[in-house]
Antibody, heavy 118, light 110 residues
Framework: QVQLQQSGPGLVKPSETLSLTCTVS????????WTWIRQPPGKGLEWIGY???????KYNPSLKSRVTISVDTSRYQFSLKVKSVTAADTAVYYC????????????WGQGTLVTVSS | QSVLTQPPSVSGAPGQRVTISCTGD?????????VHWYQQLPGTAPKLLIY???SRPSGVPDRFSGSKSDTSASLAITGLQPEDEADYYC??????????FGGGTKVTVL
């Protein structure tokens, strides 16, 4: 059974960098769109971006200049960095596994509430 | 303002049928991209309910069904159960090269 386990701090200061990691177990890390999605408190889902086959990344234009997604296949982990955070970046962040246009996200991490506050 | 438009809420009595609409345009659903649906129970991660517009993952009850036509899609729940009370989100791909979600619909079981 595939599992995605998220880790990272729940509190980040304004202007600093948010860093989260998602560890994949029970399945391959190759051939999927490893994705980050966030959900501000009480609001809907926002797609942040993905990494595919270690080389191809795609980001939401609204966040593109501040976001980096990377993968460490040897550790079965992929990571998210968001730099220069503000209070507007406060959200529950989810990692998820995608197959492509026709399949959606079939496995999700447990979610991490990241609060941006001094 | 979400790219895909959903009603904020729908409600129904146990056993009834409810539908949730998801309206896009010719850059996403109308461009032929599939629609996916997720169920989110309070305090939990979303769960894939429908993929490829009308397919159910293993383990999803067959009272959940999806359809797509032109620039919109629908999720139907037949035989509504108390445990179906949750938020539901649609998702599709947009020609601006990003994945987009609807704003979510809260289903209340009366």
């Amino acid at each position: 059974q595939v599992q995605l386990q998220q880790s990272g701090p729940g509190l980040v200061k304004p202007s600093e960098t948010l860093s989260l990691t998602c560890t994949v177990s029970g399945g391959s890390i190759s051939g999927y769109y490893w994705t980050w999605i966030r959900q501000p408190p009480g609001k809907g889902l926002e797609w942040i971006g993905y990494i595919y086959y270690s080389e191809t990344t795609k980001y939401n234009p609204s966040l593109k200049s501040r976001v980096t997604i990377s993968v460490d296949t040897s550790r079965y982990q992929f990571s998210l960095k968001v730099k220069s955070v503000t209070a507007a970046d406060t959200a529950v962040y989810y990692c998820a596994r995608g197959w492509g246009y026709s399949y959606g996200y079939d496995y999700w991490g447990q979610g991490t509430l990241v609060t941006v506050s001094s | 303002q979400s790219v895909l438009t959903q009603p904020p809420s729908v409600s129904g009595a146990p056993g009834q049928r409810v539908t949730i609409s998801c309206t896009g345009d010719r850059s996403n659903i109308g461009a032929g991209y599939d629609v996916h649906w997720y169920q989110q129970l309070p305090g939990t991660a979303p769960k894939l309910l429908i993929y490829g517009s009308s397919s159910r993952p293993s383990g999803v009850p067959d009272r959940f069904s999806g359809s797509k036509s032109d620039t919109s899609a629908s999720l139907a729940i037949t035989g509504l159960q108390p445990e179906d009370e949750a938020d539901y989100y649609c998702q599709s791909y947009d020609s601006s090269l990003i994945w987009v979600f609807g704003g979510g619909t809260k289903v209340t079981v009366l």
